[in-house]
């Protein structure tokens, strides 16, 4: 017979945790920044600043010393996961996410003390935590894990990068690339109703064929509410050369071009 006491206490083990929480440091001046490394296990991802339609945000909550304020939480472009019909925003195997923490005349001196906050799924999805303190006098430094991180940030669009026209409800993204992908803020997502439009491919002039050209990639939303007074944001990921980049996109507001 097998004893009841190490069956019970095998069935009161927690689960290991499907992700794990490594804070790096740089210093620069009197400007320090902190790369969130979580690292997720296979199989399972954690979400965007948008996780799309279910899923939590992924957060870090900071309790600084005296004399200093961080900056918000920048996230890289995120990939797209479909099941059972939803569409959700995040991360998979591993992501850093910054934040930049400035001071005018305060010591770099103190303990940051860092609660990170992140949903982890696959089948099923399991709310996880950890708690992390980084002494600024002692940064775990890793410029090279934080450099590669801002590197991944979605820049600000060029007018090379998209053309953006708003008319009425109706706001149309163009961009000359092989392939592009939408990622909606979570303002655009509630001002769109959550749609999930692709890009198409457009022809620039009428009658040409679009397998011999290098027409456009067109997106067209339509805006059924308006969020409060929060940017439209979005990220646009665009493959051009076989290249790929991601960029920030600022959508109007009101009709007219975007530039």
């Known amino acids: 017979m097998t004893p009841l006491l190490p069956l019970l206490l095998l069935l009161a083990t927690p689960a290991p945790p499907k992700g794990t929480l490594t804070v790096h440091g740089a210093a620069d001046g009197d400007r320090v920044t902190l790369g969130f490394e979580l690292t997720i296990a296979a199989g399972w991802h954690v979400y965007w600043e948008n996780p799309g339609d279910s899923g939590m945000p992924t957060s870090m909550q900071l309790e600084l010393p005296d004399g200093w304020t961080a900056g918000p939480l920048l996230f890289p472009g995120p990939r797209a996961f479909q099941a059972d019909g939803l569409v959700t925003y ?4 591993r992501v850093v ?3 930049e923490l400035t001071t005018k ?6 303990v940051v ?3 990170g906050r992140w949903l982890v799924c696959r089948d099923v999805c399991e709310p996880e935590s950890a708690d992390v303190r980084v002494d600024l006098s002692e940064l775990p430094a890793r410029a090279d894990v934080i450099e590669r991180a801002r590197a991944l940030l979605p820049a600000p669009a060029t007018a090379e990068d ?8 109706t706001i149309e993204i163009r961009t000359r690339a092989e ?3 939408l990622f909606p803020n979570a303002a655009l997502d509630l001002a769109t109703g959550s749609a999930r439009p692709r890009f198409a491919r457009e022809p620039t002039t009428p009658g040409e064929e679009i397998v011999k050209s290098s027409a456009d990639l067109l997106l067209r939303v339509t805006v059924r509410t308006q969020s409060s007074g929060e940017p439209l944001q979005a990220v646009l990921r665009a493959t051009r050369g076989g290249v790929t ?3 920030l996109l600022e959508l109007p507001q009101s009709d007219g071009p975007s530039d």
């Open 179 to 181: 392939a592009a992908e």
């Open 245 to 247: 980049k991601d960029v």
């Open 90 to 93: 995040g991360y998979a195997d």
């Open 162 to 169: 998209a053309r953006i026209t708003r008319t009425g409800d």
């Open 97 to 99: 996410l910054l934040s």
């Open 105 to 110: 005349d305060a010591p770099r001196a103190g």
């Open 113 to 115: 003390t860092v609660t």
